[in-house]
């Protein structure tokens, strides 16, 4: 590739799994297209690392799961990864005993862990609804996109309409459930990947719930076997298969459009003249790039992480104060810590004061109880497992200007 290549279809701005995905099918369509990635390796979010010097642990850097990447793409991609299901979808320690969200075991799980006869009941009711939803929203996603009415007729219940696009997320919790523990347990999909609380009115909660509970039309959340890196290799190699070029190292540093054409500037000088730009990147780096080229306004605000992310290695699983739950079942999904409902509207009213949370929520998940193929030969003999904890409500506001001191104090009161 050269400032003298003939004039481009498009080139794509970012490796990442959406950028690959889109010059796989660009260059399946005939297009001359080409990927430009920053650093050195492909698949964005979906990659993988070995953050142990010297140890043969593989690890997913960045999404760890996978649910809103839809089944019938990765088949018309020709993409091969095997997506394994979770056993247990979660566990939340409470007192000497525990809530197991695990079929069959759900029921009496349930019912003992809240004091509440009618709870599961609610909870059946409360996911039926989801799932209608999700049939009905997911597969939109791959189609042009919907106004708010043709969504609104789409979802076809005003009820339920109301309650998840029209009202904080909170006023439905508060009237399905009695139980702060099911309260918090349901909440915790609203509040890992973004700030709010769950009367936020700006409905930020809202829209992140949705996306963790619509995945694939029943938002089940599966593994991909190898870690993320294996989908993000998979997704590489179905670009260049395609006929796609892809080129790392390769930073873009302006875009500037005219209305016809675009010029994409690199940092070692190189123009490349292309037809179309697609931008595999966030929003606020797109603008960046526009503003270089003074084809965008100035600054644009970038989004502000929320979680503290710590990957450990076990020697084995911890103990359980409920002795007939096995580890290796409450930790094979998400295991949540902190997180009743009143304890994450604290937390959260902490860091927006600015504060570390006292006590913040985490939520636990061991990759290699469902995948142990992350892990060396040794490793896998010797009983140990991979534990990335998550803990919610950290926002970078807290940790600016004293990262270091506030890093230990986070892990510190995470891990307490």
């Not at 075991?105 to 003992?112: G, N, Y």
């Not at 076997?225 to 302006?254: F, K, Y």
Request: hydrophobic letters at 45%; aromatic letters at 6%; one cysteine or more.
């Amino acid at each position: 590739m050269t400032a003298n290549d003939d004039l481009l279809d498009a080139v794509v701005v970012g490796g990442g799994h959406n950028g690959l995905v889109a010059a796989t099918m660009l260059a399946r369509a005939g297009r001359s297209v080409v990927v430009l990635e920053r650093r050195e390796e492909l698949g964005g979010a979906a990659t993988s690392g070995f953050p142990f010097p010297g140890v043969d642990a593989r690890l997913s850097r960045y999404s760890y799961l996978v649910s809103l990447f839809p089944a019938t793409l990765l088949r018309s991609l020709g993409v091969e990864v095997e997506m394994r299901p979770r056993a247990v979808s979660s566990y939340t320690p409470t007192g000497d005993s525990g809530l197991l969200v695990k079929a069959p075991d759900t029921h009496e799980s349930m019912t003992r862990a809240t004091a509440d006869p009618g709870a599961f009941a609610a909870w059946e009711d409360f996911h039926a609804t989801l799932g209608a939803v999700a049939a009905r929203l997911f597969p939109t996603l791959t189609e042009p996109l919907r106004s708010r009415e043709e969504v609104r007729r789409l979802v076809g219940d005003e009820m339920v309409w109301t309650a998840l696009f029209e009202e904080p997320l909170s006023a439905l919790l508060e009237r399905t459930f009695a139980s702060d523990l099911l309260r918090g347990v349901v909440l915790t999909d609203a509040t890992i990947g973004t700030f709010a609380p769950a009367d936020d009115p700006y409905l930020r909660q809202n829209r992140c719930f949705l996306y963790h509970v619509i995945g694939n039309g029943t938002g089940r959340w599966d593994v991909p076997v190898g870690g993320m890196g294996a989908l993000g290799d998979a997704l590489a190699a179905a670009a260049r298969g395609a006929g796609a070029e892809i080129a790392t190292g390769a930073e873009v540093v302006s875009i500037a459009p005219d209305g016809v054409l675009a010029e994409v500037e690199l940092a070692d000088g190189r123009r490349i003249q292309t037809r179309h730009v697609l931008a595999g990147v966030a929003p606020a780096v797109l603008a960046k790039l526009l503003a270089k080229a003074g084809a965008g306004p100035s600054a644009t605000a970038a989004p502000e992480g929320s979680q503290l992310k710590l990957n450990m290695l076990l020697e084995r699983l911890p103990r359980l104060r409920e002795p007939d739950v096995d580890p290796r079942d409450a930790f094979a999904g998400t295991f949540h810590v902190n997180e009743g409902y009143e304890q994450l509207d604290r937390a959260y009213r902490e860091a927006a004061a600015g504060r570390i949370p006292a006590l913040p929520p985490c939520e636990a998940y061991c990759h290699s109880l469902t995948d142990p193929s992350i892990l060396g030969g040794d490793l896998r003999a010797a009983g140990v497992q991979t534990l990335t904890m998550f803990a919610l409500h950290m926002p970078a506001r807290v940790f600016a200007g004293r990262e270091r001191q506030a890093k230990e104090e986070a892990v510190a009161a995470t891990l307490r």
